[in-house]
């Protein structure tokens, strides 16, 4: 089994375990949801779920046995590392769920335009904040142009859209 | 069939008419390769909101544009995959699972010249294939029931197994991951939920294209901040002091692979000409074959131009095969097919045979459009791919905010749901974690894509049968196709255990 960490250092496999652990929650879940439905509705849970719930096993089986021999442990570096980009990556996540919440209050093309600008800016360390601002604009005017007027698609308005609205 | 004047003629002309046709065919191309490379558009629905002016076209211009667009469209998909890892459309989600890694050495210019190339090849023979063939084609639909099309799924699914060799656990989690997330939504029978969460938008399954654009380009975005650009130095150099030589040299090299373009093409056709199948299926399915059939498939993965000719050889060969159930029989085989049905019959145009007798020029004009218009895209989009090439050279401070805005706006544009958008951050998350712990997302996808697919053809034939297992051994296609997917997978351990035997016998002699 390919390792996540160099191979001098103890191996890291508290991260690995993530996916099967979610696997594992997401099958239980998917299996309550089916129990007193019929055959057809049941068919993947068994034939797909029972595969999968085995394989968890063997996986935590093979972590627990790795962790015990001391070949392992719990930690997450191969999730989390390089710690240094970790504060910038995880900013750049709040941003995108910030995007997503906002949205629906600022409109489409503003929220994109903040999104946009904020985050080159997060990425650059403030650096360029002209050209992060250009190119921010420019982004939101085409996604503008492009999805809201040609394509007509149903975005979150706001001040922007209502004021292109009044105009056309 | 009774067909008039069908000889090479008649085919000369059809040929040099729709190459008069090129005021239509190249502003469609365009059009074609932008809304292919845009998530969430894709062909379809262009012709939807271009419906209208596709109506008051003369019938001959109308088709000529749709094929046109559609053919670009294909094209267009595998842009943003190869060099951003963004697939347009899930036909081109195998497309960069080595045509990014030929990216990251350096060698952008050459996988889209591969690509162009292999598309192009690919979709001219497979038209040329369904001109001289179609009425045999054409009942290749009537034998692929649920049965056969669980087997051609498995062909789709066995992926996850070529990929699980490489760490055999974690990838059958990461598969069988994805196929339980496939399986969200209303059950086909009786329409139970199962595991929704309770989400009404997830009644209808999990949507494709949030689920392709978080696993692949979103969790890319989070990865690819890690360095200034998504390139290496070497590879930036290698990109930045490139001539044209990367662009012939992507050419030539499809060129002498010019049997593995020829076989995976006809994947593609063949799964095309049935209804229901698609570009995604075809497109995993002449992947895994291609690896399993490969001397070197241990390279497949890693920037491999075997690996890059045979999903976009295959999605292609889709195109043409598309077309036949359409004009042959009168049965739209997708959704794009089932607009140009709803164009003919608003003009008056019969499908089936009858448009062969009472109008054969209209009829294998389409097919000729379509040979027209692969050959344009080879002369217009081919000289484009070193400049395209040079997106990559963007800081990844621009890049992934662009990457990360595009492709949920892309994740809202199919059913305008705020929740696809959500959805397509969580599987950005998904895919960000399985990336960084040694998770493969190609097998999340595969399962996700193929595994509502074929539970649903799996339902069907156990019904027929009563519940039994036995009607997934009914018929003999069936179980040649059996034969052939045991095959496809014992074959390369075969040739592999051979292959050490030989080496332990030669080193032996060495010693």
């Known amino acids: 089994m390919a390792s996540t960490q160099n191979s001098g250092e103890k191996r890291q496999i508290g991260g690995e375990l993530i996916i099967p652990v979610l696997a594992l929650i997401f099958t ?55 710690y240094h980009i970790l504060p910038r990556r995880l900013g750049f996540m709040a941003l995108t769920v910030g995007y997503l919440v906002v949205m629906p209050w600022l409109g489409f093309t503003l929220t994109t335009f903040v999104f946009m600008f904020a985050s080159m800016l997060l990425l650059g360390d403030g650096r360029r904040p002209l050209v992060c601002f250009v190119a921010a604009v420019a982004m939101a005017a085409i996604a503008l142009g492009v999805f809201v007027i040609l394509f007509e698609k149903r975005f979150p308005k706001g001040v922007i859209e209502h004021l292109v609205q009044v105009l056309s | ?29 365009f059009l074609g390769l932008i809304v292919g490379a845009i998530p969430g558009f894709s062909a379809a629905n262009t012709i939807i909101i271009l419906l209208p002016f596709t109506l008051v076209m003369d019938v001959e211009v109308g088709l000529v544009f749709m094929v046109a667009l559609y053919c670009a469209s294909r094209m267009g998909a595998g842009i943003p995959a190869i060099l951003v890892n ?84 974690k990838g059958l989690i990461a598969g069988f991951f994805g196929l339980m997330i496939g399986s969200i939504g209303a059950d086909h029978v009786y329409a139970t939920p199962r595991g929704t969460m309770d989400f009404l938008e997830l009644y209808d399954g999990i949507p494709l294209i949030p689920a392709l654009v978080g696993l692949f380009a979103i969790s890319e975005a989070f990865l690819v901040i890690e360095g200034e650009s998504i390139l290496s130095k070497h590879a930036q150099d290698n990109l930045v002091t490139g001539s044209w030589q990367q662009t012939f040299q992507g050419v030539r090299m499809t060129f002498r692979k010019w049997w593995h373009v020829t076989w995976t093409s006809l994947i593609g056709l063949v799964i095309g000409v049935t209804p229901g199948a698609g570009a995604a299926i075809a497109a995993f399915v002449a992947y895994q074959q291609s690896r399993a059939f490969s001397k ?49 019959q608003y003009q008056g145009v019969n499908t089936g045979p009858r448009l062969f007798m009472e109008q054969p020029e209209l009829g294998y004009g389409i097919f000729m459009a379509m040979f027209t218009t692969y050959l344009l895209m080879a002369l217009t989009i081919l000289p484009m791919s070193r400049y395209m090439s040079r997106v990559t050279l963007v800081s990844t401070t621009y890049m992934s905010p662009l990457i990360i805005g595009f492709t949920l706006v892309g994740s809202f544009v199919p059913r305008e749901y705020m929740f696809d958008m959500y959805l397509a951050f969580a599987f950005g998350i998904l895919g960000y974690i399985a990336r960084k712990t040694g998770y493969h997302v190609a097998a999340i996808l595969i399962g996700v894509i193929l595994g509502p697919l074929m539970e649903r053809y799996m339902l069907v034939a156990l019904q027929k049968a009563d519940g039994s297992f036995t009607a997934l051994f009914s018929t003999p296609l069936t179980n040649i196709l059996w034969g052939a997917l045991v095959l496809s997978l014992l074959l390369p351990l075969f040739v592999k255990h051979r292959q050490r035997r030989r080496e332990s016998v030669f080193a032996e002699g060495e010693g």
């Open chain 2, 1 to 29: 069939m009774d067909i008039v004047h069908i000889n090479a003629e008649f085919f000369l002309e059809l040929f040099l008419h729709s190459l008069s046709l090129w005021w239509v065919i190249i502003p469609s191309i």
């Open chain 1, 28 to 82: 239980l879940y998917y299996i309550s949801t089916v129990i007193d439905s019929p055959w057809s509705a049941q068919l993947n849970a068994f034939l797909i779920g029972s595969v999968l719930i085995v394989l968890v096993l063997a996986f935590i089986a093979y972590a627990a046995r790795e962790v015990l021999m001391g070949r392992a442990s719990l930690g997450m570096s191969g999730l989390l590392a390089p």
């Open chain 2, 296 to 344: 070197t498939p241990e390279l497949y993965g890693t920037g491999h131009p075997e690996g890059l000719i045979a999903p976009e050889a295959a999605n292609n060969g889709v195109t043409a095969g598309t077309l036949i159930p359409l004009l042959v029989l009168g049965i739209p085989g997708g959704a794009t097919a089932a607009i140009m049905l709803v164009v003919m």
């Open chain 2, 86 to 169: 963004i697939p347009g459309t899930a036909g081109a989600a195998a497309t960069p699972l080595d045509g990014y890694p030929m990216v990251k050495k350096g060698l952008g210019q050459q996988a889209l010249a591969i690509s162009f190339t292999a598309s192009t090849l690919g979709g001219l023979l497979t038209t040329v294939i369904a001109l001289v063939s179609m009425p045999i084609l054409a009942r290749v639909g009537f034998h692929m029931h649920s049965a056969e099309m669980v087997v051609v799924m498995l062909f789709g699914i066995s992926l996850i197994a070529t990929i699980a060799a490489k760490d055999t656990l």
